[in-house]
Nanobody, 123 residues
Framework: QVQLVESGGGLVQAGGSLRLSCAAS????????MGWFRQAPGKEREFVAA????????SYTDSVKGRFTISRDNAKNTVYLQMNNLKPEDTAVYYC????????????????WGQGTQVTVSS
């Protein structure tokens, strides 16, 4: 059974940093793409960043480019989202997701989801 467990969320002031972690278990993820999404109150869930377990390809939504970095630790089966220079508009529940195959940005393209971790950025 695939499990994705996020951690690392919290309350931070604007301009601060947080690192989110997503621990994956249940099967081999070597052929997977992993994504981070977020959902603010009253809004739809949106793509933030994605990475494949193999290779170096990554993808980011425009609003986080230059501030967020997605990375992985294959030995720990963990994906990270380093978030710097956080802004109040980054406030949301952040979700980790997994899918077999290529890297995609659509929410509907992912098969497995974590429970989410709250990130709140105060101004």
């Amino acid at each position: 059974q695939v499990q994705l467990v996020e951690s690392g969320g919290g309350l931070v002031q604007a301009g601060g940093s947080l690192r989110l972690s997503c621990a994956a278990s249940g099967r081999s993820f070597s052929g997977d793409a992993m994504g981070w999404f977020r959902q603010a109150p009253g809004k739809e869930r949106e793509f933030v960043a994605a990475i494949r377990w193999s290779g170096s390809r990554t993808s980011y939504t425009d609003s986080v480019k230059g501030r967020f970095t997605i990375s992985r630790d294959n030995a720990k089966n963990t994906v990270y989202l380093q978030m710097n220079n956080l802004k109040p508009e980054d406030t949301a529940v952040y979700y980790c997701a997994a899918r077999r195959g290529s890297l995609v940005v659509l929410t509907t393209g992912y098969d497995y989801w974590g429970q989410g971790t709250q990130v709140t950025v105060s101004s």
